[in-house]
């Protein structure tokens, strides 16, 4: 995967196939402390101890139409290749928490990628999901917690053109508001 977004989406969907119901986001650069920090918590299924230890090899799976699981094992040697790692906290019936750390400034870390984009492809793709996303830079947050919203709308679909568009600009103006300060 070319950008770190990509990553996120792939261990978000990871939790949807969890049978999560709540899923949160968090995304934080620090360039004081030169780190970017990631995180994705779910409710869903949970692993134990020994599939939390299989999940960092590429050539474990538990998908059925394929033989290889990179994406958290790939995540896991990026994160480490850039003075980072990648950690797993999971218990079964209870979810899966996985943080990954980078060096903000390292020469080899994969752009963050379209964060706005990411979110808002999840957001319309699993609209039962009870997402929440944080954005940090530098002590400084965006949170979107979709509950309000979906309130508000009471059942309206989420991919009304209208809907959409409001959704993007917020989300878009949120994270580029407090994205100038890591500048």
């Known amino acids: 995967m070319k950008e770190l977004t990509l990553?996120?989406?792939?261990?978000?969907?990871?939790?949807?196939?969890?049978?999560s119901k709540n899923i949160t986001?968090?995304?934080?650069?620090?360039?004081?402390?030169?780190?970017?920090?990631m995180s994705v918590?779910?409710?869903?299924?949970?692993?134990?101890?020994?599939t939390i230890a299989k999940v960092v090899d590429p050539f474990y799976t538990t998908r059925t139409t394929r033989k290889?699981?990179?994406?958290?094992?790939?995540?896991?040697?990026?994160?480490e290749a850039?003075?980072?790692?990648?950690?797993?906290?999971?218990?079964?019936?209870?979810?899966?928490?996985?943080d990954v750390e980078f060096q903000h400034s390292h020469i080899d870390r994969m752009p963050?990628?379209?964060?706005?984009?990411?979110?808002?492809?999840?957001l319309i793709a699993?609209?039962?999901?009870?997402?929440?996303f944080i954005y940090r830079a530098n002590g400084q947050d965006f949170e979107y917690d979709d509950a309000p919203i979906k309130k508000e709308l009471d059942g309206m679909s989420l991919t009304e053109p209208d809907i959409l568009s409001f959704l993007r600009q917020m989300i878009e103006t949120g994270i580029k508001e407090?994205?100038?300060a890591i500048n």
């Open 7 to 19: 990553h996120l989406l792939d261990i978000a969907e990871n939790s949807v196939a969890a049978n």
């Open 25 to 37: 986001i968090y995304v934080e650069e620090d360039t004081a402390k030169d780190r970017l920090r």
């Open 41 to 50: 918590q779910d409710d869903g299924v949970g692993m134990n101890a020994d």
């Open 68 to 79: 290889v699981g990179l994406g958290i094992p790939l995540l896991k040697e990026a994160a």
């Open 82 to 98: 850039c003075n980072g790692f990648l950690t797993i906290q999971s218990e079964p019936g209870r979810g899966t928490r996985i």
């Open 112 to 122: 963050l990628g379209d964060l706005a984009g990411t979110f808002l492809s999840l």
């Open 126 to 132: 699993y609209p039962q999901i009870h997402w929440t």
């Open 178 to 180: 407090i994205q100038p």
